[in-house]
């Protein structure tokens, strides 16, 4: 999927935000009567994770937050309540 399919052209993507878009759009296809609820996307993130380059480091439910990896290989945090901001936007 290309950058500027989610967010316009020459705007900045991160990994994340592709992560999470491939995510939603493959679970729509697998469920497309139900919409996906945030708890279901951010489970099923490992899944569509690249296993040889992975985005996704850790996610830590007591803190509510996911940390992942940027483009720059710099470990990155983004908490629930972003991530269900950032699904919506792919929704969009």
Known sequence: ???????????KV?????L???????LNKLNPD????????????HVYDNPADPTIEYIDHDEK???WIDSKGKVRSTG?????????????
């Open 14 to 18: 991160t990994n994340l935000t592709v």
């Open 65 to 67: 937050e996911i940390r």
């Open 20 to 26: 999470v878009s491939e995510c939603v759009h493959r």
């Open 34 to 45: 139900g919409p996906n609820q945030w708890r279901t996307v951010l489970d099923h993130l």
């Open 1 to 11: 999927m290309q950058a500027k399919n989610l967010t316009g052209a020459g705007a």
């Open 80 to 92: 629930f309540r972003q991530f269900q901001n950032l699904i919506s936007q792919v929704k969009k």
